[in-house]
């Protein structure tokens, strides 16, 4: 079955970083976009960042644009977000998304960011 499995989550003080990474399996990883979304408490989820089924375009959201990278291993079904310069603002659940024009998406269950001294 469709599996998406993040990890990499964790405590870090302000100003350190993060690697989350976003196993897939059960659906034919290369051919979906892939995305990152986090939702903090009391927020609705949102969008930030996502990278085409090649690996060869990205985009990350401005707040985090010169902070967080998305990049994929289609090799490994994996897809990661290096986040570097947290703040606490950026304290949230992170989910990856996988996506692809006229199919069902599919979400993975989470992992826990926490950005605090």
């Known amino acids: 079955q469709v599996q998406l499995v993040e990890s990499g989550g964790g405590l870090v003080q302000p100003g350190g970083s993060l690697r989350l990474s976003c196993a897939a399996s059960?659906?034919?990883?290369?051919?979906?976009?892939m995305f990152w979304y986090r939702q903090a408490p009391g927020k609705e989820r949102e969008l930030v960042a996502g990278?085409?089924?090649?690996?060869?375009?990205?985009d990350v959201v401005d707040p985090v644009k010169d902070r967080f990278t998305i990049s994929r291993d289609n090799a490994k079904n994996m897809v990661y977000l290096q986040m570097n310069s947290l703040k606490p603002e950026d304290t949230a659940v992170y989910y990856c998304?996988?996506?692809?024009?006229?199919?069902?998406?599919?979400w993975g269950q989470g992992t826990q960011v926490t950005v605090s001294s």
């Open positions: 990278i085409s089924s090649s690996g060869g375009t990205t």
């Open positions: 998304k996988a996506a692809r024009w006229g199919y069902e998406d599919y």
């Open positions: 059960g659906f034919t990883f290369s051919s979906y976009y």
